[in-house]
């Protein structure tokens, strides 16, 4: 599953909050906005892509 949302996008504060956390794999500037990957820490350990906050605040449990 990769999210990513062209309306809202992630600040520069909340990769950085992204970053804190186990699942966290890296963060990049990506046009207005920042991307982060996460790892899945479920079977596969897949990496997932989001670009919008809330979703990657959904998909943590958060």
Do not use: C, I, P
Not at 19 to 34: C, P, T
């Amino acid at each position: 599953m990769t999210a990513t949302n062209t309306t809202t996008r992630l600040t520069l504060a909340q990769a950085k909050w992204a970053e804190q956390h186990d699942w966290f794999v890296s963060y990049q500037r990506r046009g207005a906005g920042y991307q982060v990957q996460v790892r899945d820490q479920g079977a596969g350990h897949s990496v997932e892509t989001f670009s919008d906050f809330q979703e990657l605040r959904a998909w943590a449990g958060y």
